[in-house]
């Protein structure tokens, strides 16, 4: 992500996972940016490393903005929330969607090949050098 507008908020994401939590590589660089407007949060999420991290166990889930929590009646656990993306380099490449995991964190669910998978330990996990992951996400969200 290259400027954030004025109106959109930066905020720190983290990946953590459903078993044991995973660890980026030590140039890991997460940008993310929200923009809340009524009852809805506009989420742009964009990670890249070069270095290996550690996979950690599971899938893994990415986080809102402190203070924010999913509609679960509109979205419930599932619900497609937008668009993702995963890379490896040059090797791999794979498009999906994020989706509601709970009411504070997402996955990142990707497909090739006609196989379905979420992003975690055993896809596009962080034991990958030159590993991207982007999202454009639309939540419904209880109003703060």
Do not use: K
């Not at 400027?3 to 030590?26: K, M």
């Not at 999420?45 to 986080?63: D, E, I, K, P, V």
């Not at 498009?95 to 896809?123: Q, R």
Request: some cysteine; hydrophobic content about 40%; aromatic content about 12%.
């Amino acid at each position: 992500m290259a400027t954030v507008p004025d109106l959109w908020t930066v905020f720190t994401t983290f990946i953590t996972a459903t078993s044991l939590n995973p660890t980026t590589g030590s140039d890991a660089v997460m940008n993310s940016a929200y923009l809340q407007i009524n009852n809805i949060l506009f989420i742009q999420m964009r990670f890249s490393q070069s270095q290996l991290g550690l996979a950690g166990l599971g899938s893994y889930l990415f986080n809102l903005p402190s203070g924010f929590t999913v509609n679960t009646t509109i979205a419930p656990t599932g619900a497609c929330l937008g668009s993702a993306n995963a890379t490896t380099g040059t090797s791999a490449y794979a498009s999906g969607d994020a989706s509601v995991y709970d009411s504070t964190h997402y996955t990142l669910g990707m497909g090739t090949g006609g196989t379905s998978y979420i992003v975690g330990a055993l896809y596009y996990s962080l034991l990958n050098l030159n590993l991207t992951y982007s999202a454009n996400l639309i939540i419904p969200i209880n109003t703060p």
